[in-house]
């Protein structure tokens, strides 16, 4: 007696994440280990067209799907593994449904209001009919069950529908798949822990498989260099600002290692060098109250780990590929747009152009209030551009601040 078939599905629209292990991979092994179906599992590239990815970031995270999937294990001895858009049945079967599919049908099905709710302007036709493409893609292999959650049933009652129309129009082929009910932890957002962790709401809302363990458990460094009385003060705030702190005196051998080792840490002195990477120049006249708001900063930029993404409103900042996110649109930013709106962020009153001046510029002597200014407005019109939205950053007869 042949086994029943299992069909699922992940999209190659990002790294894989915890929450799409415990959800589904973890699930998808021990199915295929039970050794009871014939298991197919598919990169399912097709349905990622719906969405604003390049081709060549599609190659990649193909790629790199397949890859983790291997390593998360899912076993080519045991089960099909394949990408999508290499069966190019896949699509012509899909066609042959949305010929019998009512557009009624399609209307109901409640993915696709969260997915164009996501992403206002590119809501395409892909996304109303790919719940059909989702059909093709389970009964193609005349699947018998598909492991799902509660919030995929009715996708799966679809696949029942489009089966028995097919049926009673062409005669019996396709058989009456099965929901194989799974308990899916809902993993919640690291971000937002009242929604579920998805890689669609940008980085910073999930822990990666792929993450290293030092990655994850990342911790900011803060080297004092020749300040020992900065020293003192800044020990007795380290903790509360979750920082490890070191103090430096003398431009020797360990200091020196420990910048080869830690190239990301936060360097304070009074000795200016442009070779740190992160570099705060220290002097009689800087005030603690300035330096504490840089340092903070840096510590919001590093703060979820090499990633570094950061959750303002309904935008995210991946400040490691200086992008901005929102709705599955993404905007390139300069190093010092992110700064600029990192302070904005974390201030709790709107800000002058001096006080930019003074904070994200660093007191640069050569910079004009009125040249902030400028980068100010075309940071707002590029983010209008990307986004239409002009009231992200506004201006009032105080100053500037971001609407979260």
């Not at 990002?14 to 589904?24: D, E, P, R, V």
């Not at 899916?184 to 993450?211: C, F, N, W, Y």
């Not at 360990?254 to 000795?271: A, R």
């Not at 009153?349 to 100010?376: C, F, G, M």
Request: charged residues 25%.
């Amino acid at each position: 007696m042949s086994k029943p078939i299992l069909f699922s599905g992940i999209q190659p629209t990002g790294n894989l994440h915890i929450g799409n292990y415990l959800g589904a991979v973890k699930n998808w092994v021990t199915l295929q280990n039970s050794g009871d179906y014939r298991c197919f599992f598919s990169v399912v590239d097709y349905h990622s067209l719906t969405g604003n990815m390049t081709a060549e970031e599609r190659k990649g995270q193909i790629t790199r799907t397949v890859i983790e999937l291997l390593a998360a294990g899912i076993d080519p001895e045991k089960s099909t593994l394949f990408v999508q858009s290499h069966v190019p049945e896949h699509t012509e079967l899909a066609w042959v449904f949305n010929s019998l599919t009512p557009m009624a049908e399609l209307e109901r099905m409640t993915q696709y209001k969260d997915k164009s709710a996501r992403q206002v302007k590119n809501i395409n036709a892909g996304l109303f009919t790919y719940p059909v493409l989702q059909v093709a893609d389970v009964l193609l292999y005349h699947g018998t069950h598909v492991p799902v959650g509660e919030d995929q049933v009715q996708h799966i009652e679809l696949v029942r529908d489009v089966a028995r129309w097919f049926n009673n129009r062409y005669g019996e082929y396709f058989p009456e798949t099965n929901v194989l009910l799974t308990h899916i932890p809902r993993v919640k957002s690291l971000l937002e822990p009242t929604k579920k962790m998805s890689k669609s709401r940008g980085q910073g809302h999930v822990i990666e498989l792929a993450d290293e363990p030092d990655i994850i458990m990342s911790k900011l460094n803060v080297a004092i260099f020749k300040l020992p009385a900065l020293y003192e003060i800044l020990i007795e705030i380290k903790s509360e600002l979750n920082f490890n702190l070191f103090n430096f005196t003398e431009n020797n051998e360990d200091f020196k290692n420990f910048i080869i080792k830690n190239p990301h840490s936060l360097v304070i002195s009074t000795e200016e060098n442009k070779s740190f990477k992160n570099f705060i120049y220290y002097n009689k006249t800087f005030k603690i109250k300035i330096l504490l708001q840089q340092i903070n900063i840096f510590l919001s930029k590093s703060n979820y780990g090499i990633k570094s993404n950061i959750s303002i409103g309904r935008y995210t900042i991946d400040t490691n590929s200086r992008l901005i996110i929102k709705d599955n649109l993404t905007l390139k930013l300069t190093e010092r747009e992110i700064d600029l709106l990192i302070y904005l962020k974390n201030s709790k009153e709107e800000k002058t152009s001096l006080d930019l001046q003074k904070n994200v510029w660093k007191h640069s002597k050569d910079l004009e209030t009125h040249t902030v200014e400028t980068h100010i407005y075309r940071l707002r019109k590029k983010i209008f551009d990307g986004f239409g939205d002009n009231e992200f950053i506004i201006n009032n007869k105080v100053g500037y601040k971001i609407l979260k």
